[in-house]
């Protein structure tokens, strides 16, 4: 989900800019003036400001020229800048310290989510897709998975997991050494990167590596037999899928 930096002094609208972007379905934060914009854009580097020019504190433009000075060579979030008016001193200042654009007060709502669409699409072209395909867990280049344990982070071989399996809260992961490593977050953190390393979900409670199935034992659901001597649930609803996956 990407994240939009509201910074807007006046609470009505700042509220009403929140609202708009979270019914559009966007992750929103916001700040009431340039000074606490700019310790959130330090801490949570947003995807995109959308920022007021004359607040207290700290006004827009000051702000950006902060972030400017800051990040310096870093990637800036794109910044849109929200202004009662346009004089062209105003945009000739903005556009030197590298602002994306201007929406005019009162605003409409689809022309400023229109103006966020577009600033994002090209935020995502110039860092090459990353955040939307970059792998969960940055040790997938490495053909292991990064498992935080009692003893540290532990470096594994996806050939070597067996299948991870949930227990409320915690997970459990099933080596091939017949040892386990259970940990302290659930499961669903690490379907993601799982599912793209040759493991298929074949219960909400299991995720298993297909590399390691023995056989496929018959039921209603249905069972699968690794190769550590384990036996897995199969639901009703991933049956057929498990099925194809193994007809392959």
């Given at each position: 989900m990407e994240k939009i930096l509201i910074v807007e002094d006046e609470i009505g609208i700042r509220e009403t800019l929140e609202e708009i972007f979270e019914l559009a379905g966007y992750d929103v934060s916001s700040a009431k003036d340039g000074k606490e914009g700019y310790q959130h854009i330090i801490d949570d580097t947003p995807d995109i400001v959308v920022c007021d020019v004359s607040?207290?504190?700290?006004?827009?433009?000051?702000?950006?020229?902060?972030?400017?000075?800051?990040?310096?060579?870093?990637?800036?979030?794109?910044?849109?800048?929200?202004?009662?008016?346009v004089e062209p001193k105003d945009i000739r200042t903005g556009m030197s310290l590298g602002a994306d654009d201007y929406i005019l007060k009162p605003f409409d709502h689809n022309e400023l989510l229109n103006a966020v669409r577009l600033r994002l699409e090209k935020r995502k072209k110039l860092l090459g897709n990353?955040?939307?395909?970059?792998?969960?867990?940055?040790?997938?280049?490495?053909?292991?998975?990064?498992?935080?344990?009692?003893?540290?982070?532990?470096?594994?071989?996806?050939?070597?997991?067996?299948?991870c399996e949930a227990e409320r809260a915690y997970c459990r992961f099933h080596l091939a050494s017949k040892k386990t490593i259970l940990v302290s977050k659930s499961m669903k953190e690490f379907e993601d990167i799982l599912t793209r390393n040759n493991f298929l979900k074949v219960h909400k409670s299991n995720i298993v590596n297909i590399q390691h199935i023995d056989k496929y034992l018959r039921g209603s659901g249905g069972q699968v037999l690794m190769t550590d001597g384990s036996i897995v649930p199969v639901s009703i609803r991933k049956k057929e899928q498990l099925l194809k996956v193994l007809k392959q």
């Open positions: 607040m207290p504190e700290m006004n827009g433009f000051e702000l950006l020229g902060a972030i400017n000075e800051r990040l310096k060579d870093s990637l800036i979030p794109p910044f849109l800048f929200l202004t009662a008016k990353s955040k939307t395909e970059a792998p969960v867990n940055p040790s997938a280049s490495l053909g292991k998975l990064a498992i935080p344990s009692d003893s540290g982070l532990q470096m594994v071989s996806f050939s070597e997991l067996i299948y």
